[in-house]
């Protein structure tokens, strides 16, 4: 009976391992693509024409509303610049 619940927490330890490891790869990919100012097209498919902000302070507050790293964790209902379709209001 103890075999059993020590193989039950180890799968469920590796299951938490894992979709530990899944969703900080997601969340490290989209702050970046974030940071950078591009889409996920915009990585995979690279346009030599499109010139991103070089600003992290202005790609941050054209996402979030606000440039302030710790403003982005916070949830808000604030009413947006632009609905992500465009970056060159700012």
Known sequence: MYAYFHIVDIMIFSLVITLFIVLLGFAVYHWYITIKGKTSLEICFDDPQYTPHKSIGT????????????????PSVEVLDNWGDQWDII
């Open 59 to 74: 790609n941050l507050k054209i996402v979030f509303g606000t440039d302030n790293i710790f403003s982005c964790l916070m």
